[in-house]
């Protein structure tokens, strides 16, 4: 049984930054892709990034809204995967959640986050 635990969400002003973490617990396998969802209030939740690491390279994607802002990251020593958010914008207010899918999806209960000044 695969259990996700994510932190590191809270308040930020515009054009600032956060880095969440997501801790997952069971077996985790590097070809199966991990990475984020996140919901805003009234809205669907929608994919922000996700990884799959091979044996040498890691292949990130990423939603048009955050590309060039946010970077996706994965330790598969440590189970974990991180999301590094810069230049924060109110429109990313959400809640975040990690994700895992191998076949079946895993999800954590995710972190909130709010820009605003």
């Known amino acids: 049984q695969v259990q996700l635990k994510e932190s590191g969400g809270g308040l930020v002003q515009p054009g600032g930054s956060l880095r969440l973490s997501c801790a997952a617990s069971g077996s985790i396998s590097s070809i199966y892709p991990m990475g984020w969802y996140r919901q805003a209030p009234a809205k669907e939740r929608e994919l922000v990034a996700t990884i799959i690491s091979g044996l040498t390279t890691a292949s990130p994607n990423y939603a048009d809204s955050v590309k060039g802002r946010f970077t996706i990251s994965r330790d598969n020593a440590e189970r974990m995967v991180y999301l590094q958010m810069n230049s924060l914008k109110p429109e990313d207010t959400a809640v975040y959640y990690c994700?895992?899918?191998?076949?079946?999806?895993?999800w954590g209960q995710g972190t909130p986050v709010t820009v605003s000044s």
């Open positions: 994700f895992y899918r191998d076949g079946v999806a895993y």
